[in-house]
């Protein structure tokens, strides 16, 4: 299908869901009416500034894991990989985890848009480990560098719904940490998780030379190689090899 065929059939499918919508609605209404609503429809559909939050998660990640069970708890550590893209025309993010979990295999994602009528970003995660769908609502402080979501999400050791606050604070564009906060039966709140998160930067078609210092103080064994740099730690990167060949 080309750009311009996808373009008429999204919008004929738009017209036919405004009309199963609100079709009886808009019968009774007057042209100027069914106009102002038409209008309305579009400016709530289409993508905005706060849109744009979503385009610097765009990439691939490297996730350190921090999880406490209880209050208290030994933490438990996991390493993850994540891969986030923007999705149906940058209204919403899709970011795709891997990875280990207590010991097992675990892989999950999240779905993050911007509602324009309730104008708070709402985010959906979903993973391997349940069958429930965990919802949470958000706001970006002024600075637009930390946003908090607030929540029920399922219990399921009590059956029902606990309280939820995550937070996600950028430390800079290739780093940021994302907090989870589970209330408890007194009302107060503890850290469950905590996720340091930072960019996986390819080096593309790039080689880069690398050689090690002989006892005799020049420098040998040089050889060339191809990958892609991750981030370990602020200011340290280190290369991951997809390949080499003798210089």
Do not use: C
């Amino acid at each position: 299908m080309t750009k311009n065929n996808a373009g008429r059939a999204a919008w004929a499918l738009l017209t036919i869901l405004l009309a199963l919508v609100s079709g009886p609605w808009l019968q009774a209404q007057s042209a100027q009416d069914q106009q102002k609503a038409m209008e309305m429809y579009m400016k709530l559909g289409a993508v905005g500034e706060n849109h744009a939050y979503f385009k610097q998660f765009v990439g691939e990640w490297k996730a350190t894991a921090t999880m406490w069970m209880t209050p208290g708890a030994p933490p438990a550590k996991s390493e993850n990989t994540a891969r986030a893209e923007l999705i149906l025309g940058g209204r919403f993010l899709k970011m795709t985890y891997s990875g280990t979990m207590m010991g097992q295999p675990f892989e999950g994602f999240q779905i993050m848009g911007y509602d324009n009528l309730q104008k708070k970003y709402i985010i959906l995660w979903m993973d391997n480990t349940s069958t429930a769908v965990y919802q949470t609502a958000g706001v970006r402080d002024a600075s637009g560098k930390t946003m908090t979501e607030e929540g029920l999400w399922p219990d399921p050791m009590s059956g029902g719904k606990v309280k939820v606050r995550n937070v996600t604070k950028w430390l800079g564009p290739d780093e940021f940490v994302y907090e989870s906060y589970m209330g408890l039966p007194n009302g107060k709140e503890f850290k469950s998780l905590e996720q340091k998160v930072v960019r996986v930067k390819s080096l593309g078609s790039r080689s880069e030379a690398l050689f090690s210092r002989s006892p005799r103080g020049g420098l040998e064994g040089g050889i060339l190689i191809s990958g892609r740099l991750e981030r370990t730690d602020p200011g340290r990167w280190r290369l991951r090899r997809s390949g080499r060949q003798p210089h």
